[in-house]
């Protein structure tokens, strides 16, 4: 699977089932990052033998439709779009000066359809991060060492599926490393395709429950989330019992 059709492929997982209704007609995502893929090219410096310098810092220019339709996925499109930029600056051995960023603005002297990047490089800058996980087009901040999700109205995150239980699992993350543990539920949960009681998740890990994808991510913030507390019996299941979850 090519670099562009890998990027389609969790761009659609990412928002389920908004991505054809969105993407229907005008920009398509996949020529957007066409784009960015072209601009790192473009602007590849090589500054020594063994490094080869491109920008950290893209901006994607479109006409005023195209910008609303693609601001409406929400920062999953974002985070796939950086995610390509990584893959490609890696595989075609290029070096950033700083954690890349990615923004979509609209500029009213473009036509629809029209995609324009701008770039630079900005100086290394502390980052931190973030835990969340997208269902359905939503972003979920994971602010709590534990976030149950299930159909019931006192889960944490509760989804409109008849297929998954009141609480129907949960996720613990510590800060650094993260698990799902299935809560008893009647129809089991799959973690990218197998199905399992209590697992490490992983990046970009997919949880399915019923008929709903949940997508862990680890995001890059401005500040410092508060890293949650764990209680001494999680802490234990989660590391001492299992091992590094990363």
Not at 129 to 148: E, F
Not at 187 to 211: C, F, H, M, Y
């Given at each position: ?5 890998s ?6 997982r990412a928002?389920?089932?908004a991505?054809a209704k969105?993407f229907r007609s005008g ?13 790192l090219d473009?602007?590849?410096a090589v500054v020594?033998?063994d490094?080869i310098?491109?920008p950290n810092?893209?901006?994607?220019r ?5 910008a609303?339709r693609?601001?409406?996925v ?10 390509l930029?990584e ?6 051995g290029y ?5 890349v960023s990615?923004?979509?603005?609209a500029?009213s002297?473009?036509?629809?359809g029209v ?6 490089s900005?100086a290394g800058?502390?980052?931190s991060?973030?835990a969340?996980?997208d269902?359905?087009?939503t ?5 709590a060492?534990?976030?149950v ?8 995150i ?13 996720i ?5 490393r993260?698990?799902v ?5 009647t129809n089991?949960t799959q973690?990218?395709?197998t ?5 490490p998740?992983p990046t970009?890990?997919?949880v ?9 991510r680890?995001v ?13 019996s999680?802490?234990?299941r989660m590391f001492?019992t ?5």
């Amino acid at each position: 699977m090519g670099l562009l059709d890998s990027f389609e492929k969790g761009l659609e997982r990412a928002v389920n089932g908004a991505f054809a209704k969105t993407f229907r007609s005008g920009v398509q995502p996949v020529e957007i990052a066409s784009a960015l893929r072209s601009e790192l090219d473009k602007k590849a410096a090589v500054v020594s033998r063994d490094r080869i310098l491109v920008p950290n810092m893209l901006t994607v220019r479109l006409a005023d439709a195209d910008a609303e339709r693609m601001n409406a996925v929400g920062p999953a499109l974002l985070d796939e779009l950086r995610g390509l930029v990584e893959k490609h600056a890696q595989a075609q051995g290029y070096s950033f000066s700083a954690p890349v960023s990615v923004s979509i603005t609209a500029d009213s002297g473009l036509s629809t359809g029209v995609v324009r990047v701008d770039s630079s490089s900005a100086a290394g800058a502390q980052v931190s991060w973030q835990a969340v996980v997208d269902i359905d087009g939503t972003r979920h901040p994971l602010v709590a060492s534990r976030t149950v999700i299930g159909r019931g109205s006192d889960a944490d995150i509760t989804i409109p599926d008849a297929g998954t239980s009141r609480k129907h699992v949960e996720i613990l993350w510590d800060g650094q490393r993260a698990m799902v543990r299935d809560l008893g539920s009647t129809n089991g949960t799959q973690l990218d395709g197998t199905r399992v009681s209590e697992a490490p998740l992983p990046t970009d890990g997919v949880v399915r429950i019923g008929r709903t994808d949940i997508v862990f991510r680890v995001v890059p913030q401005a500040q410092a989330p508060a890293r949650p507390r764990l209680s001494a019996s999680d802490a234990t299941r989660m590391f001492d019992t299992r091992g590094d979850a990363r």
